[in-house]
């Protein structure tokens, strides 16, 4: 599951993100990966970042459902290559991991209660990213995970 914060509209990344969407529900199931959703949430209107930060950080964690590990998305998070994402997620999988949230913040970023939740920090990049193109490039990143996973050649 994908939480993020920020409604899509009609953009390319945003249908990049549909795509590779799809091709993660249609190839995950056969390695054990559930259905991948997006689920949005508009930005928060307050004048102060923190307001915001908290605001949408509330909305993420009660308003996902339940998970049992959570990924958010940080410039200052840890890098990972896609190998070593996909075996992260295959561990986490295999050791009765049964949803995996992704959370991807706001313009200002996620509030602490989110990053308190967090069960990983992970960079997609140190640049900072627009939120479009990050939620394609996660989704990208998914499908690629799982494609690894399953000894398709995509990833070579």
């Not at 992260?88 to 991807?104: K, M, N, P, S, Y």
């Not at 394609?136 to 990143?141: N, P, R, S, V």
Request: proline share 4%; net charge neutral; glycine share 10%.
């Amino acid at each position: 599951m994908i939480g993020a914060v920020g409604r899509k509209r009609g953009s390319p990344e945003a249908e990049l993100s549909d795509r590779f969407l799809e091709r993660i529900n249609a190839a995950g199931p056969a390695i054990g990966v559930r259905e991948t959703i997006l689920r949005e949430f508009d930005e928060a209107r307050y004048r102060e970042a923190v307001q915001r930060r908290d605001t949408e950080a509330q909305n993420l964690l009660t308003r996902t459902g339940s998970f049992d590990r959570c990924v958010v998305l940080d410039e200052r998070g840890r890098g990972l290559t896609s190998v070593a994402f996909a075996n992260q997620i295959a561990e986490w999988r295999d050791g009765g991991t049964g949803l995996c949230a992704f959370f991807v913040g706001g313009p200002d970023g996620h509030g602490e209660a989110v990053r308190a939740r967090a069960d990983m920090l992970l960079s997609l990049s140190p640049m900072t990213l627009p939120h479009l193109l990050a939620r394609a490039i996660l989704c990208e990143q998914l499908y690629r995970a799982v494609t690894i996973l399953s000894g398709h050649p995509y990833h070579r």
